[in-house]
């Protein structure tokens, strides 16, 4: 069954405390992995796309990477502003036309 | 400036009074959908549009309708509300004719009592 998997549900860090958040996925024929951001309330922000395997993309104190069955998003030396959930989603070849969503992570930033 | 707008962003209804929530974007994107966010079900499609006339049921289509007749617009039709469908709404496009790089609409949040 194609799914996508986010772990930990939830994470609190200090401020300067760096960080990963993980996505696992499987899915037959991955064409991209996407994260966004989602404030409360608020829809969710495009941050980045990955299409292979050993890509990398930056944002910031952001940093997404990608293996063949899982992406992760480091947070180095997260500041309050970064709290937020972040969600995984992937678009497939078995169905191009819409994404797997993972139900997020939770990040909380203490100053 | 480039944006998606939803409307209304709070609603409160009863039972089985017909709804339109309205949606659109001006950056001239070629695909549109709309989804709900349910505590710990996370983000579920409704419907998706690749073009102007071309609709799609996404995972979760029952008690919805959709249209795309302009570009711009996707309105989302609850023809007769029920309590599970309270929830909070998004409206999403894209570029291209694909669910890639999207941006979301800021959201309706729908009582149904």
């Known amino acids: 069954e194609d799914q996508v998997t986010q772990s930990p549900e939830a994470l609190r860090l200090q401020e300067g405390e760096s960080s990963s958040l993980n996505c696992s996925y499987t899915?037959?024929?991955?064409?991209?992995l996407f994260w966004y951001r989602q404030d409360p309330g608020k829809g969710p922000e495009f941050l980045f796309t990955?299409?292979?395997?050993?890509e990398e993309k930056e944002k910031e104190r952001l940093k997404a990477t990608l293996t063949k069955k899982e992406s992760f998003l480091h947070i180095t030396a997260p500041k309050p502003e970064d709290s937020a959930t972040y969600l995984c989603?992937?678009?497939?070849?078995?169905?191009?036309?819409?994404?797997?969503w993972g139900l997020g992570t939770s990040l909380a930033v203490n100053p | 400036e480039a944006q998606v707008t939803q409307n209304p962003r709070y609603l409160i209804t009863v039972t089985g009074k017909k709804l339109t929530v309205t949606c659109s974007q001006n950056?001239?994107?070629?695909?549109m959908s709309w989804y709900r966010q349910d505590p710990g079900l996370g983000l579920r499609q409704i419907y998706y549009?690749?073009?102007?006339?071309?609709?799609d049921k996404g995972d979760v289509p029952e008690g919805y309708k959709v249209s795309r007749k302009e570009k711009r617009n996707f309105p989302l039709i609850l023809e007769s509300p029920s309590p599970n469908q309270t929830s909070l709404y998004f409206c999403?496009?894209?570029?291209?004719?694909?669910?890639?790089?999207?941006?979301f609409g800021p959201g309706t949040r729908l009582t149904v009592t």
């Open positions: 999403a496009s894209s570029l291209d004719r694909g669910p890639y790089e999207q941006y």
């Open positions: 950056m001239n994107h070629e695909y």
């Open positions: 549009s690749m073009n102007v006339e071309v609709t």
């Open positions: 899915v037959s024929g991955l064409r991209g």
């Open positions: 990955l299409y292979s395997a050993g």
């Open positions: 989603a992937v678009h497939h070849a078995g169905n191009n036309r819409k994404l797997i």
